[in-house]
């Protein structure tokens, strides 16, 4: 089975600081996905990746960055958190693009405060 | 208006009764996901769906194309069932998610 490994699943961070959320896949999966999760909106997505080095912007990427260095490797980065991106984070991979469904990791709950 | 409509959004059933959980979706699509997520945070694939049915164990997931519809049964509910269901739409280049229909089974 594929398994995607989130580093933390719980964190507070204080506004203003720059926060960092790994996310590894121990296949070999071209696709990543960080999505946001709050309640009554569902999950949002903010990038993805379909290679080593590649990013996409997905529906809310404003106050957030990505790396991905490596192949199993996909991190979210928020550069300065603010109180409004207090939210569940969820990693996810994939075969092909998507049409298979997705692998999702346990996920990060981030509190900025 | 999100793409993805989930009915009810919240759902409180004794054990043992026949529950049922409804998706519309605006979209062509080519395939429909049932993802199940438990307190903690983790979601796992329970169906995928391109037409007809499929069962397994208790839980069975319908769906309709030319009426754009899905429904996700589960028969002799346990309070283990109780979940957080999202039901998610592949339409050939994006997935798209609904809310999410929060599920509570009481004793």
């Known amino acids: 089975d594929v398994k995607v490994t989130q580093s933390s699943r719980y964190l507070v961070k204080r506004t203003g600081e720059k926060v960092f959320l790994e996310c590894v896949q121990d296949m070999d999966h071209e696709n990543m996905f960080w999505y946001r999760q709050d309640p009554g909106l569902g999950l949002r997505l903010i990038y993805f990746?379909?290679?080593?080095?590649?990013?996409e912007k997905g529906d809310i990427p404003e106050g957030y960055s990505v790396s991905r260095e490596k192949k199993e490797r996909f991190s979210l980065i928020l550069e300065s958190a603010s109180t409004n991106q207090t939210s569940m984070y969820l990693c996810a991979t994939t075969v092909g693009r998507g049409q298979y469904g997705y692998t999702f990791g346990s996920g990060t709950r981030l509190t900025v405060v | 208006k999100n793409e993805v409509e989930q009915s009810p959004q919240n759902l409180t059933a004794q054990e043992g009764e026949f529950i049922t959980i409804n998706c519309s979706y605006s979209v062509g699509i080519s395939a429909l996901h049932w993802l199940q997520q438990h307190p903690g945070g983790g979601i796992v694939s329970l169906f995928m769906?391109?037409?007809g049915k499929k069962k397994h164990g208790r839980l069975i997931a319908t769906i309709n194309i030319q009426e754009k519809h899905s429904s996700l049964h589960i028969t002799a509910s346990h309070p283990r069932d109780s979940a957080v269901y999202i039901c998610?739409?592949?339409?050939?280049?994006?997935?798209?998610f609904g809310a999410g229909t929060r599920l509570t089974v009481k004793p």
């Open positions: 769906l391109s037409s």
């Open positions: 990746s379909y290679d080593v080095k590649m990013k």
């Open positions: 998610a739409v592949w339409d050939n280049n994006d997935m798209r």
